[in-house]
């Protein structure tokens, strides 16, 4: 553009103003012809696509950039009465220009000062259109995309937030307008703007340091209220840093659980429990990439670098479109961009693990890695136990994340992930387990237009484990499993209206299961090796949702998922009689398929509709539908996950589970939006639940079906909440009231549990509490109390005993008709966050705590004995003592 107006300028010798920084941003080439037109002509082509304005003035081309410029007054400018305006003045040109730098954009963030901008080209002939305003909003200090967050006019007649990748669109008249950024995490930002047509804003915001260290759970003023999605929870890793956690370790997982309707079986259990649900019915994403098994140290922390994460939401009740494969909720976890402006890190020192993170700039701007890795040094503990048998023992994690994020220009981006974690840990002298996560994942982002945006994704996740028993013995072995899935997904977000933002897609995943192999551990060693055959699936999908703006108050977010499922060869599957429960007596024979033969096809229309109604102001009642299926099933006895569980795929003698969930809530904001209150219910069906016949063996079972039950399950409850999000005295109460129970029941009597009745399944635990409350005494320093209480879970109790011939036999009451005793704990912290001093080369927090101070002693679980004809009660428990914990957390 730059050289085309230097040719035009030198061929026409005619003299041009200008500021050289005009031509030099719009990147645009011109190849054009141009034969006995007029000078005015030409440049109204070459000029279309940009900013720019110009005038013909006096035998020169006077430019000017967004406004026009006015030759003549209009008529009745000075008013009806006014006097003729001399020649000298009317003939000149008068116009008014102010410019922004972008250099300045920390600087201007700190202090809130920003020049006014103009928006587009003004046009003097439309003058009383709406302008479509859009752009990127994004952290000053690391130029990340800040997703979320309310952009709105100051007098509140226009709002909107900014979707996953910071972007927001609006429209506004022709003119002056305000526009203002809100956050409760960042300083408030507004600017005056000029709209002459559509164009771009971008804001930088500088986080606002008054409210380190202050508990909120979610970024976005009003997004509670506002949004039509029901049962979604937000956490910002950085707001919840003083929540006192068991050893001093952040955890995303373990503070998802303190909000209501979301549990776990006890301390140290692997998963969570979401509405109802199992834990295999939960899906987790990191970066989009799915992670089996998101947990290290027996359940004890997440796999997930806490230092890594940016934002996660929970999606519990209407679960977008895009998403699918599980029942009960979507984990969707968010890593922090690297920081393309300068090297940074973050770091913490605990009291058995050590953690250290750091993202680096490649290309000043436009491309940068972040870094990240975690390590336990636990083992010290066991070997300081009493127990000789512990003195042995050995347990230990790490795990590594790299990220790669790349503006390859103003419309596409890249992305690449990688991910992996391993876990080894043995509690006897000869048996040693290990499990380990990968997950690999490529992301190109395409802006179309600043309505139409695209996304591909490409990723591979793997989880796998071994068991390996060695006593120099003649029963040594080692055992392994291993699951792995591609993904390929493509999405696009378009914003057909002001009132319809459209988002579709397509995706499938393939899955590849080794469902096990032992081999024998030796040379003396009798174990015969034996490898199940290999299992595959094929899940597809078609997305399409619809956020539709009816009215200012009535919002509705309309979605439709077909998923379809293929379970392919090869494969020798069992054939049994239809009429007959299935068992190895009813077999009748089997059947073979070669390698990508479709065994068994299963097609699902799945419906996710919710809607947000405002009765008046801070104010709005939602309402929900959705359907889900699930082709993956997780294979467990125990009560709870287990890093030696194995998932099955569904086929021609395992049906897919399903699920219907209805949600009503009332949601609530006081103060200025201080406060908010929410109040849901919901009511879940699922068909096809997994269970398991008495006594039944799952690891390496070649006619594992005949061991399976499948029935159908029903989940209702009340969810209350309350939270303070920002002042000196913050937090949240948390109550939930739910119950959770399955049907087994068959025509056949041996398949039937508790006579076909409905009974609560080992995770039901009716009451719920939690209370996360944070005092800032000073910037500095602030102290923090957890308080939580759960209904003890079911359990299966001996109830008497019976001879039977020769032999003794205990009897059983009815599946999980007792429980265990009551679950409650208190939690007490103390956070001294270090000054923030320009210049520091760290900026310190210690974090002071103490896990369950009053030492209750809670029971994870009850087993019976039978001691010299009698039959004996134990409970076992993880922590029944008060733990202190130190650990210290830094920045750079």
Known sequence: MKQAIIQLESKTETPFFYKEEWLEKPKKKVQKTFNNELLSTILEELLQETNINFLAHNQSIIFSKNNYIYKDLPNNY????????????????????????????????????????????????????????????????TGSPIPFIGVSTTDNSKSVSTDANGFYTMKLPVGESELQVSSLEYQRQTRKIIVYSDGSLNFNMLRDVNLLGEVVISGEKKRNIRAAVTGVSSINMEDVKTVPMVLGERDVIKIVTTLPGITNVGEGAQGFNVRGGKTDQNLVLLDEGVIYNPFHFFGFFSAVNPYLVDKADLYKGSIPAEYGGRLSSVFDIKTKKPNLKKFS?????????????????????????????????????????????????????????????????????????????????????????KYNNLMLNLKWQHTFNSDHRASLLVNNSNYGFDIIYESRGTNDFDFGYNINETEVKAKFDYNYSPKHNI???????????????????????????????????????????????????????LGLRYSFYAA?????????????????????????????????????????????????????VKAGFDTNTQYIHLLSTNTTQSPTDTWKLSNSNIKPQESKQFSLGFFKNFSNDMYEVSIEGYYKTMNNMLDYKTGAEVLLNEKLETQLLQGEGKAYGVEFLIKKTSGKFNGWLGYSYSRSKLKLDSPFEGLKVNDGRYFPTNYDKPHDFSLVLNYKLTKRFSFSANVVYQTGRPITYPVGKYGYGNAEFTLYSDRNAFRIPDYYRLDLGVNIEANHRKGKLLHGFWNISVYNVLGRNNPYNIYFVTENGRVKGYKSSIFSIPIPTISYNFKF
Not at 403 to 416: G, I, R, V
Not at 507 to 528: A, C, D, T
Not at 595 to 611: C, F
Request: negative net charge.
């Open 345 to 433: 890190g973050e770091g913490g020192i605990g009291p058995v693990t050590g953690n250290l993170t750091a993202s680096i700039p490649i290309i000043k701007e436009k491309a940068g890695i972040s870094i990240g890795g975690r390590a336990t040094y636990a083992d010290w503990i066991l070997n300081t136990l009493d127990d000789e048998n512990l003195k042995n023992s050995e347990a230990s994690f790490y795990d590594g994340f790299f990220k790669y994020y790349h503006k390859l220009d103003k419309n596409n981006t890249l992305e690449a992930n990688a991910y992996y974690s391993r876990d080894k840990f043995s509690v006897s002298s000869d048996s040693l387990y």
């Open 568 to 620: 392919l060869g090869p494969a020798l599957a069992n054939v049994y009689d239809p009429n007959l429960p299935i068992s190895e007596a009813t077999q009748i024979g089997t059947e073979t398929y070669e390698k990508n033969e479709i065994i068994e096809t299963d097609g699902n229309l799945e419906y996710r509709l919710s809607a947000r109604y405002f009765l008046w102001d801070h104010f709005s």
């Open 503 to 557: 988002t579709y897609g397509l995706s499938s995943k393939l899955y590849n299961i080794n469902p096990g192999e032992i081999s024998p551990k030796g040379k003396i060693s009798n174990i015969i090796p034996l490898s199940l055959q290999e299992e595959k699936g094929l899940e597809s999908a078609l997305f399409i949702g619809d956020a539709f703006k009816v009215s200012d108050k009535l919002l509705l977010n």
């Open 78 to 141: 000075f008013g009806k009465d006014s006097i003729s305006i001399p020649n000298e003045f009317v003939n000149k040109p008068v116009f008014y220009q102010e410019f922004y730098n972008p250099k300045n954009d920390i600087d201007s963030a700190r202090t809130q000062k920003r020049p006014l901008a103009f928006i587009g080209k003004e046009n003097k002939e439309k003058t009383d259109e709406l302008y479509k305003i859009s752009g990127v909003v994004r952290a000053a200090e």
